[in-house]
């Protein structure tokens, strides 16, 4: 007993003595002057200790929301009518002179026929008998309201008080639910043999560097240090789990010996579209797939802008406009990063490898495996001895760091690559094959007016939250989004 008294913190040695004869949060509060943290903090401790039970109770309570503080101050809006059309029986005049909205208005003239208060006719409203009555006594809604402006729990509520509050949780912001917790607590064995003992002890609580430099710390008797006692966790600060392993895949590349792509996020369809070979007419240029902004991005008819209006018109067999590709859209891939990069390349630059992890936009239905705003993950080869067996490399490597053993491309088709091919990852645990991204290797029409000569180009579009939903075991590709701060807290790191 001694040894436990010993280990006690302050606050614990503090409450303890009262516990005794409270067993209520509230009124301990108020013998303490601690606040609630320090109080729930001390009673969790002497509860690790066995020293008492504590119990926490959640109730539901009824308080005036913010419409409900205005109408204790100013009357609801049914008495003010009530009151204007003593004076002023005109429709019209009345709903002008009340002073309430039309909203209000309305639900009181609804509220008033109800309580047999009013008669209606054509433009006059009549008080009847019952109406005169109201005028000199509180309705049962005043009433409730007055009786709940500190507070009442729900299950508290009288049988005349429940009317009135299932009529007023209908209207907008008079009253509210709030949930609040309620702790109860016992002494146990322990605690009741231990409330006897004397607990004011001089105890040193910590061991500073100058009881050190002093030899002071010798004189000195410190409470024990408790290693059993179950602590509260504490979160430090860290980046989004998703930022993680956009660091993590960022060093892939970068180990990889890549360099790293960024741009806008707003780009002409120049070179999201036209500059990767999709027609004007295809259909991920219209707007039930892709985000357009207002406005134009005025494209000089530099050395880029012919040769690709050329490719166009000779292999599509169209009239190319340069109204369409002006046109500002929301990316819809970091792949128009590849070819603003390709366009700034010179022949003394290559070989040269290049990687963006950047977000994009698809005008698409939200669902549980669908976002309108992605991550891609975007990488490309430039060199001209390279070879599709080199792609099938990179993405082997690159998968592997990322936990994936098994790795398979198979045949696809996308506008701006020929060979094309969909990357599947093979799931260990559920034992199947998962699509994570195409690639392919940059077509001729792609690379020619870029570069000015036809060079093989590997190139990959891999989706990153497809990429990392199982590592975080998150079946709802919504959920990597949702700003839970439990979620945020508790999550595993990327390793």
């Known amino acids: 007993m001694d040894k436990l008294i010993e280990s006690l913190s302050p606050l614990e040695r503090k409450i303890l003595p009262l516990l005794k004869n409270n067993s209520n949060l509230k009124d301990l509060i108020k013998k303490t002057s601690m606040n609630n943290v ?80 009013i008669e209606m006719d054509k433009n006059n409203i009549t008080l009847t008998k019952e109406g005169e009555k109201l005028l000199n006594k509180d309705m049962l809604e005043e009433l409730f309201l007055k009786k709940i402006k500190m507070g009442i729990p729900v299950d508290e509520l009288k049988k005349e008080d429940k009317f009135s509050f299932q009529q007023l949780k209908k209207r907008k912001n008079i009253i509210k639910i ?30 500073t560097p100058n009881m050190l430099k002093t030899g002071n710390w010798k004189n ?16 430090g600060g860290r980046r989004h789990f998703v930022n ?21 996020l707003i780009q002409s ?24 902004v207002k406005g134009n991005k005025k494209i000089d008819m530099d050395k880029f802008v012919p040769k690709v209006k050329k490719v166009h018109e000779n292999s599509w067999k ?58 891609q993950v975007e990488g490309i080869v430039v060199d001209e001895k390279a070879n599709f067996r080199n792609l099938v490399g990179y993405l082997k490597e690159f998968f592997g760091k990322m936990g994936f053993s098994k ?57 990153l939250e497809r990429s990392i939903l199982d590592y975080y075991d998150i079946k709802d590709i919504r959920d990597l989004y949702k700003n839970d701060l439990k979620q945020l807290k508790e999550i595993k790191s990327w390793i």
């Open 38 to 117: 320090e109080l729930l903090r001390a009673l969790k401790f002497l509860e690790n200790k066995n020293i008492i039970e504590l119990n926490k109770k959640e109730k539901e309570i009824v308080k005036l929301d913010k419409n409900g503080l205005r109408y204790i101050k100013d009357k609801l809006p049914e008495r003010r009518l009530l009151e204007t059309l003593k004076k002023e029986p005109d429709f019209n005049k009345a709903r002008k002179e009340s002073g309430l909205d039309d909203d209000e208005f309305k639900i009181s003239l609804g509220i008033l026929k109800s309580k047999m208060a």
């Open 244 to 264: 993680e392993a956009k660091s993590h895949i960022k060093k892939i590349w970068l180990d990889m010996g890549f360099k790293e792509m960024k741009g806008n």
């Open 269 to 292: 369809s120049f070179w999201n579209f036209d500059a990767l070979f999709v027609p004007q007419d295809h259909p991920a240029r219209e707007l039930q797939d892709t985000f357009f």
């Open 220 to 235: 000195n008797k410190f409470r024990r240090y408790d290693i059993e006692t179950k602590v509260p966790k504490i979160y």
């Open 407 to 463: 790795v398979r491309v198979r045949p696809a088709f996308f506008p701006y690559t020929e060979p094309s091919a969909e990357v599947d990852v093979y799931h260990p645990i559920k034992k199947k094959w998962i699509e994570l991204g195409g690639s392919g290797i940059f077509r001729p029409e792609v690379t020619r007016p870029l570069l000015g000569k036809e060079v093989v180009v590997l190139a990959w579009g891999l989706g």
């Open 318 to 375: 169209y009239k190319w406009d340069i109204k369409e590709a002006e046109k500002l859209v929301l990316r819809t891939h970091t792949t128009v990063l590849s070819a603003k990069t390709l366009a700034k390349l010179k022949k003394e630059d290559l070989p040269a490898k290049f990687f963006a992890v950047g977000k994009n936009f698809r005008n698409e239905a939200v669902d549980w495996s669908h976002l309108f705003e992605l991550i």
């Open 178 to 207: 709030e949930k609040e917790k309620d702790f109860n607590f016992e002494l146990t064995k322990k605690g009741k043999k231990l409330v006897g003992k004397k607990l004011d002890l001089n105890l040193t609580e910590i061991l």
